[in-house]
């Protein structure tokens, strides 16, 4: 019988080493404890690290796990720079997964790290999103012009986390893809910037959000709050969203709109 091979990825040198045991088997979750997790997820294979990566979360070992992880991504040093490698993605997805202050720091550290793998960035900004991370503004600012509008979209929606570059965002509302420039907007509606109001408004018609209606009612107008009053007529699940916003503008009109969405939700019944 052919024995297994596998490479030593400790060394760097791509040195074949041979496992004289034979092919293991899969990993009974039950019969590991949480000190055998941790113990193995250095070291672990394809075939393994998906599993205690996913008994990690599901057992809260949140802070206990952060040393582990990150010894994991260091084995992989170096690698997936053509390709990302199946267990650098695990490490990232995990560490946003985990959510504590250390995992997150962790997971920052990972992303923003010179040497990081380009293949791997836009699963890093994912990552970076779910755990709403606050990266330096010049790390974020040379990925607003990335060719992949997949990672211009991503930069655009992490400026909202931090304190945004609004040049390099307010040239996104003129980027060729509409997700880009929805994003960009969005942020700089947050930041109060008005430049953003009409891809705004367009979205609030094409497909209103609660980000939207947040972005448009921090840069309101009387102009904005008679479409915001006429979105909550045509979406009733934006409504209770929307009156309440308009009431913290408190102008004038904002407030007579807003009690005409209350009044009409009591009207037809909805709470």
């Known amino acids: ?33 949480d000190e055998d997790v941790l113990a193995r997820i250095p070291n672990a294979g394809i075939a393994d690290v998906r599993l205690l990566c996913d008994l990690i979360v599901e057992r809260g070992l949140d802070d206990r796990a952060v040393p582990a992880l990150e010894a994991l991504w260091q084995r992989f040093k ?16 995990t560490l946003a997964k985990l959510g504590t202050a ?53 930069a655009a929606k992490l400026s909202g986390f931090g304190q945004p570059d609004i040049g390099a965002l307010a040239a996104c509302l003129d980027d060729t893809q509409p997700a880009v420039r929805r994003a960009a907007a969005i942020v700089l509606g ?5 430049r953003a109001k009409a891809i705004l408004l367009s979205e609030l018609q094409r497909a209103p959000t609660g980000e939207i209606v947040g972005a448009l009612s921090a840069i309101a107008d009387d102009d904005i709050i008679v479409h915001l009053g006429r ?5 009733p699940a ?12 408190e102008t004038p009109l904002s407030l007579r709109v807003a009690r005409r969405i209350r009044r009409d939700r009591t009207v037809s019944g909805v709470s």
């Open 190 to 194: 947050q930041f109060g910037d008005a």
């Open 238 to 249: 934006l409504a209770e969203r929307i009156a309440a916003e308009l009431e913290e503008i």
């Open 1 to 33: 019988m052919t024995r297994p091979e596998q490479f030593d990825l400790f060394s760097g040198s791509g040195t074949v080493v041979t496992d004289a045991a034979g092919a293991p088997r899969p990993l009974d979750p039950e019969t590991l404890s």
């Open 102 to 154: 250390r995992a997150r720091e962790s997971l920052a550290g990972i992303v923003t790290a010179p040497n990081f793998p380009p293949p791997l960035l836009p699963a890093a900004l994912s990552a970076a999103l779910a755990a709403s991370l606050r990266l330096p503004a010049d790390f974020i600012r040379p990925l607003l012009a990335h060719a992949d509008p997949r990672i211009r979209e991503q």
């Open 78 to 93: 170096g690698f997936g720079r053509e390709r990302p490698e199946p267990e650098q993605k695990t490490v990232i997805e």
């Open 231 to 235: 979105c909550a007529d045509a979406h």
